[in-house]
C-alpha cells in the first residue's frame, strides 16, 4: 500500500497504537518489531481488543480485510507521519540537548498554551518512534507543535528533523551525554547541531539560541533567524535570584520583572529562559509567560522538591549524565543546611569514558562536605572503601530503611537504569 493510501486510512482511524495492552476501539495498531519480539505476532490480539486495522510487514500475519501489508512497518509510521506533517502550515518547534530538554519543553508548551492550541511530545517519547507518534496525534485544531528529540548517535536529528520539518529549533546545551554513541564531546555538538544544520539549509529557519554558551554561538552561525537568550548581551536577559530552593529569576530585558518557579536548581535558568524567548517571539504578553511558568510544576523525577517528614529530596533520578550530575551535586552543595546527602546512581552509556567521568564526579564530591554519600552501580565500585556502595538500588533501598536520614538535604539522581526511585519508596514520612 501506497503512503497516500495510507494517510486516507489514518484520516479515517487518526488514533495511532503501537501496544496492544493500550488499544482503543477503533485505532490503527502498527506492528512493530523489537530484539525480543515481533509486533505481527500480536495482529490478531490487536484486533480482538478493537483495533480498526493493523499494520504488518509479514504476509504470514494477514488477517482478511483486518490488516494492511507493507514493507516495513517502523519506515511506514515514519513516512506516515512526514506525510501527515506536510499537511501543516503553522510552527513546528524542534528541542535537543544533552540536559533539560523535556523541562524546556514543557515549559515551552505551558508558555504557548496560554494563547494558542499547541500540541507536544508525551513524557520524553522523542526517538525514532515517538517522534511520529507526537507527529501523527496532532490534529486539524493545531496552531503550534514542539516536538522534543532525543538522540545517542550521529545522523538521528538529521532524520527527525526530515520527518518533522521544524520551522523552529532550540538545542538546550551540548554536554558529556551518550558518549559511547557519539565517541567524544565534539561528536555530541555535532550530532545536536544537525538541528541547526537544518535550519540553516532551509533558509528561512529560527533558531533560539542559549547565548551565554560561545560554542553554541558558533554552531548557529548563518541560521536565518537568531533569537538570543542569556544572562546577558541578548534579547531576553535573566538571571537567578533568591535564596531559596526553588530557582528564581530577575528578568532585565526585554522588562524587569521577578518570575518565581517551583524547579529545583539554578541550572534550570536557561530552560525558563528559553521559554520566555518563545513566548515573547510569538507575540504572548510576558504577563501571561509569567503566570504559565510560576504555575509549572516538575513531574516524572526531574528536579522535584519532595517533603518527607524532616526530610527535603530533591529526586532527579530519570537520567543523569557528567553535566548534569555535576550541576546536580553543586545545586545541592550550595543549598542551605546543616545536612547533606547523596544519593547517586551510576551513568550509563558512557563508553570507554566511564571510568574517567565516574572519578570525575568522585573528586567532585571529595570537594563539599556531606552528612553521607551513598552510590549504586558498577562504575562507583572502585570508591567503596571511601563511600557507601551497592551493585543495585534495591540493595541501597534495604540499607537506606535501616539508616533513616532526619532533618536533612536530599539528592537523589543516576541514570534510568539505575532505578534511584526506589529509594524514594523507603524513606519514611517521620515527623
Not at 488499544?23 to 500480536?42: C, D, T, V
Not at 508558555?111 to 525514532?128: C, E, I
Request: hydrophobic share 40%; proline share 3%; glycine share 8%.
Amino acid at each position: 500500500m501506497t503512503i497516500d493510501a495510507l494517510y486516507q486510512v489514518y484520516l479515517q482511524y487518526p488514533n495511532v497504537q503501537t501496544d496492544t495492552r493500550k488499544i482503543k476501539e477503533g485505532e490503527l495498531f502498527f506492528a512493530l518489531k523489537g530484539p525480543n519480539f515481533n509486533g505481527n505476532s500480536f495482529a490478531q490480539q490487536a484486533i480482538d481488543a478493537g483495533a480498526a486495522k493493523v499494520i504488518i510487514d509479514e504476509a504470514a500475519y494477514e488477517i482478511p480485510g483486518k490488516t494492511i501489508l507493507v514493507a516495513d512497518v517502523l519506515t511506514a509510521l515514519q513516512q506516515l507521519a512526514a506525510y501527515h506533517r506536510k499537511q501543516f502550515r503553522f510552527p513546528v518547534i524542534a528541542v535537543t540537548g544533552s540536559n533539560g530538554k523535556t523541562t524546556t519543553k514543557e515549559l515551552i508548551h505551558a508558555v504557548l498554551s496560554t494563547t494558542y492550541k499547541t500540541y507536544t511530545t508525551a513524557g520524553n517519547l522523542n526517538n525514532h518512534i515517538g517522534v511520529p507518534l507526537t507527529l501523527l496525534k496532532i490534529r486539524n485544531d493545531a496552531q503550534m507543535a514542539v516536538v522534543e528529540m532525543g538522540a545517542n548517535h550521529l545522523l538521528e536529528i538529521e532524520g527527525y528533523c526530515k520527518i518533522a520539518q521544524p520551522t523552529h529549533g532550540l538545542i538546550t546545551n551540548a554536554g558529556k551525554a551518550h558518549l559511547e554513541g557519539f565517541g567524544s564531546l565534539e561528536g555530541v555538538k555535532k550530532g545536536k547541531g544537525e538541528l541547526y544544520d537544518f535550519l540553516r539549509q532551509r533558509g528561512n529557519g529560527t533558531a533560539f539560541v542559549m547565548w551565554d554558551y560561545d560554542y553554541l554561538r558558533t554552531m548557529s552561525a548563518g541560521i536565518a533567524t537568531i533569537i538570543r537568550y542569556g544572562t546577558a548581551d541578548a534579547d531576553v536577559v535573566g538571571k537567578a535570584s533568591g535564596a531559596t530552593a526553588f530557582l528564581e529569576v530577575a528578568f532585565e530585558k526585554p522588562a524587569a520583572t521577578t518570575v518565581p518557579t517551583q524547579l529545583v536548581g539554578d541550572y534550570n535558568l536557561p530552560n525558563v529562559l528559553a521559554a520566555t524567548a518563545i513566548g515573547l517571539h510569538f507575540n504572548i504578553p510576558m504577563e501571561q509567560i509569567k503566570a504559565a511558568l510560576e504555575s509549572y510544576a516538575p513531574s516524572n523525577s526531574r528536579s522535584q522538591l519532595l517533603e518527607k517528614g524532616t526530610n527535603k529530596i530533591i529526586l532527579d533520578a530519570y537520567n543523569a549524565n557528567p553535566s548534569s550530575m555535576r550541576l546536580a551535586i553543586e545545586n545541592l552543595a550550595n543549598m542551605t543546611g546543616d545536612k547533606k546527602m547523596l544519593l547517586l546512581g551510576a551513568m550509563a552509556e558512557m563508553g570507554s569514558e566511564t571510568a574517567t567521568e565516574h572519578e570525575s564526579i568522585i573528586q567532585l564530591i571529595r570537594n563539599y562536605h556531606w552528612d553521607s554519600v551513598v552510590l549504586v552501580g558498577k562504575p562507583f565500585e572502585p570508591y567503596a572503601c571511601e563511600f557507601q556502595y551497592f551493585e543495585d538500588s534495591a540493595e541501597a533501598a534495604a540499607w537506606i530503611t535501616n539508616h533513616q536520614p532526619e532533618n536533612t538535604l536530599l539528592l537523589i539522581k543516576g541514570s534510568r537504569s539505575t532505578q534511584m526511585e526506589r529509594i524514594l519508596e523507603v524513606l519514611e514520612d517521620r515527623v
